[in-house]
C-alpha cells in the first residue's frame, strides 16, 4: 500500500507564508514526479508545481516567483514553499506522485487527501 500524507496547510493572513510538505510512505521502490495541484471552490483541479526526481521545476504562471518546490528523495518527501499568498491562493492543496511500488513493472500515479489552505484579506 502507498499513501501520500500532506501537512502545513492553513490559515494565513495575505502576505503571509506557508509551507506545505507531502510524504509518501508504503512499499516504494522509487518516485519519478512529484506535484502540487490546487482546487479552490467552483474550480477545476489545476497544476501549481511539479518537480522531477532530477529536481527539474515547472510552476503555473500565477505562482511563479512566489511559490518553490523542492524534495528530499532520502525522505520521499515534496515540499511547496508559498510566499505573497494572496486570497485567490485559497484552495485545498493535494500531493500527487508517479510511484514505483515493491515488484511493479510500471508507476502508477497517487494522490494526497489534500490540505486546506485559506488566505485572509
Known amino acids: 500500500q502507498v499513501q501520500l500524507v500532506e501537512f502545513g496547510g492553513g490559515l494565513v493572513q495575505a502576505g503571509g507564508s506557508l509551507r506545505l510538505s507531502c510524504v509518501a510512505s508504503?512499499?516504494?521502490?522509487?518516485?519519478?514526479?512529484m506535484g502540487w495541484y490546487r482546487q479552490a471552490p467552483g474550480k477545476q483541479r489545476e497544476l501549481v508545481a511539479r518537480?522531477?526526481?532530477?529536481?527539474?521545476?515547472t510552476y503555473a504562471d500565477s505562482v511563479k516567483g512566489r511559490f518553490t518546490s523542492s524534495r528530499d528523495n532520502a525522505k520521499n518527501t515534496v515540499f511547496l514553499q508559498m510566499n505573497s499568498l494572496t486570497p485567490e491562493d485559497t484552495a485545498v492543496y493535494y500531493c500527487?506522485?508517479?510511484?514505483?511500488?515493491?515488484?511493479?513493472?510500471?508507476?502508477?500515479?497517487?494522490w494526497g487527501q489534500g490540505t486546506q489552505v485559506t488566505v485572509s484579506s
Open positions: 500527487n506522485a508517479d510511484i514505483t511500488k515493491h515488484g511493479s513493472s510500471a508507476a502508477l500515479n497517487y
Open positions: 508504503g512499499s516504494i521502490f522509487g518516485i519519478g514526479a
Open positions: 518537480i522531477t526526481s532530477g529536481g527539474s521545476t
